[in-house]
C-alpha cells in the first residue's frame, strides 16, 4: 500500500535521461512546415506516456507536411482542471547533421547547425516530466499538450489552429531565453501596415514633367514618421521598401511597409495612425495617393500577477528551489494567439541562448530544471485546486 508522499515529482526526473531525450529530439530535421519527422517521433512516444492524440488541418493553409497535435492524458483525479503545456515543433533552421558540444555544463552545437534548444529542449522537458509524473505515483489532473507546426516565420500554426480540439483552458508555454524561473506576463499587440504610394510614372528625358516619383512622396513621409522605441511600451519599424522599374523612370508606386507593437491597444492604434496621416500628408501635397491597409498579427496579453497560473508557478518553483521572477516581452509568442483563443497561458523562460544562431546554446542545469519545474506544476496545480474544496 502506497503510504503518504514524501518526494515529490520533480525528484524522478532524470537528468541524464532527459539530457539524452533532448539530444535525440534535437537531431530530428524538422524545420518549419516540414514537421513529419517530429511528428513520427511523437506518434510513438506520446502513447507509451499514457496519451491519446490528433493532429488537425493547419497545414492545408500553409503546404505543410503535418497539423497541430493535440495530445491528452486522463489525470488520476478527473474534477482538476486539466493543465496544457505548449511548444512548438518547428526549428527555425535545419538541424541536419547536428553534432552536439557538451562545455563546461553547456550543450552547443559544433556551430556548423543551430542546436534546435528552442524548443526541442521544451519538447524533451514536457515528456520527461510525465515520465517522473508515472514512475513518482503522484496523483494528478489531465494533461494537455498543444504542439504547433510553422511558429518560427510568424505564429502561422497556432494562427490556423482547430482550437475544438483543445480541451483545457489554462496553461504554461516553455519558450523563452530566462533562466527557468522566468515568468512572462504580458505581451504585445501588434499589426503590420501596408503602404502603397503611388505618384506617377516618367521617363526622365522623354516626359520627366509629367512624373511624381513615389520614391519622393514616401520618402518625404517617412522623414516625418515616428519609429523606433515610441515609448516604454511601444515600438514601431519600417521594415520593407520595394518600387522603381529602372534608373531612367521616375518611379510611379512605390510599397512601404513596417510593423508596430505596443503592450496598450490605444497606443497601437495611435501610432498606426500616425504613420498613415504622415504618408497621406505627403502624397497629398505632392499630388499622389496612398493606399493604406493594416493586418493584425495578434493581440497582447496580460495575466494578473495574483492570477492561479502565476501563484502555481511561484509555488512550484520554490518547491524545487528556483527563484522565479515577473517579466514582460515585447517579442511575439504563441502565447499571444492561444490567449486570443481563450486558452490562458503565460511564456516562461527555459534559458536557451543565442537562438536562431549557429551559437545557440543551453546548459544542463536550465534543460533539468525545465523538466523539474514541468513535474512540480503539475503536481501543484493538483495541490492548489484540492485545496480549494
Ligand atoms: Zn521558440
Known amino acids: 500500500m502506497k503510504m503518504n508522499h514524501v518526494t515529490s515529482a520533480a525528484e524522478y526526473v532524470n537528468a541524464e535521461r532527459l539530457q539524452e531525450l533532448f539530444l535525440e529530439l534535437a537531431k530530428i530535421n524538422a524545420p518549419s512546415t ?15 506516456l499514457g496519451f491519446t492524440m490528433e493532429f488537425d488541418k493547419a497545414h492545408e493553409n500553409f503546404e505543410g507536411e503535418v497539423g497541430n497535435l493535440i495530445a491528452w492524458r486522463e489525470g488520476t483525479d478527473p474534477s482538476i482542471p486539466p493543465l496544457f503545456f505548449s511548444t512548438h515543433m518547428d526549428t527555425v533552421l535545419p538541424t541536419e547533421g547536428l553534432k552536439p558540444v557538451i562545455k563546461d555544463g553547456v550543450i552547443y552545437s559544433d556551430g556548423t547547425t543551430i542546436l534546435g534548444a528552442d524548443d526541442r529542449a521544451a519538447l524533451a522537458a514536457y515528456l520527461e516530466a510525465i515520465q517522473a509524473i508515472i514512475d513518482s505515483g503522484v496523483p494528478h489532473g489531465p494533461i494537455e499538450f498543444i504542439l504547433t507546426v510553422n511558429e518560427q516565420p510568424g505564429l502561422v500554426g497556432a494562427t490556423y489552429m482547430d482550437y ?17 524561473g522566468q515568468i512572462i506576463l504580458k505581451g504585445p499587440y501588434s499589426s503590420r501596415i501596408w503602404m502603397e504610394v503611388q505618384g506617377k510614372a516618367a521617363h526622365i528625358a522623354l516626359n520627366a514633367e509629367e512624373g511624381k516619383s513615389a520614391i519622393l512622396i514616401a520618402a518625404e513621409g517617412l522623414a516625418k514618421m ?4 515610441i515609448d516604454d511600451e511601444t515600438l514601431a519599424n519600417i521594415g520593407i521598401i520595394r518600387g ?11 510599397t512601404i511597409a513596417g510593423e508596430v507593437r505596443s503592450f496598450s491597444k490605444d497606443k497601437l492604434y495611435a501610432q498606426l495612425k500616425q504613420m498613415e496621416e504622415v504618408m497621406q500628408q505627403a502624397a497629398e501635397k505632392n499630388g499622389g495617393k496612398v493606399q493604406v491597409r493594416i493586418e493584425k498579427k495578434y493581440l497582447g496579453f496580460d495575466i494578473p500577477k495574483d492570477d492561479i497560473l502565476v501563484k502555481t508557478v511561484e509555488e512550484a518553483a520554490k518547491n524545487i528551489k528556483v527563484n522565479s521572477y515577473l517579466t514582460e516581452t515585447l517579442g511575439g509568442a504563441d502565447t499571444n494567439v492561444l490567449n486570443e483563443n481563450g486558452l ?8 536557451f541562448q543565442n537562438i536562431h544562431s549557429f551559437r545557440e546554446c543551453i546548459s544542463i542545469e536550465n534543460l533539468v530544471n525545465t523538466g523539474r519545474l514541468t513535474a512540480a506544476l503539475i503536481e501543484q496545480w493538483y ?7
Open 226 to 229: 515616428r519609429l523606433g522605441e
Open 344 to 351: 490562458t497561458c503565460l511564456t516562461l523562460g527555459l534559458g
Open 244 to 254: 522603381g522599374e529602372l534608373t531612367s523612370i521616375i518611379p510611379g508606386s512605390v
Open 164 to 180: 475544438s480540439k483543445a480541451k483545457s483552458k489554462t496553461g504554461y508555454i516553455f519558450d523563452s531565453s530566462g533562466d527557468v
Open 383 to 389: 495541490a492548489n485546486h484540492k485545496n480549494s474544496y
Open 34 to 48: 516540414k514537421e513529419q519527422l517530429v511528428a513520427e517521433y511523437l506518434k510513438e512516444a506520446l502513447p507509451k
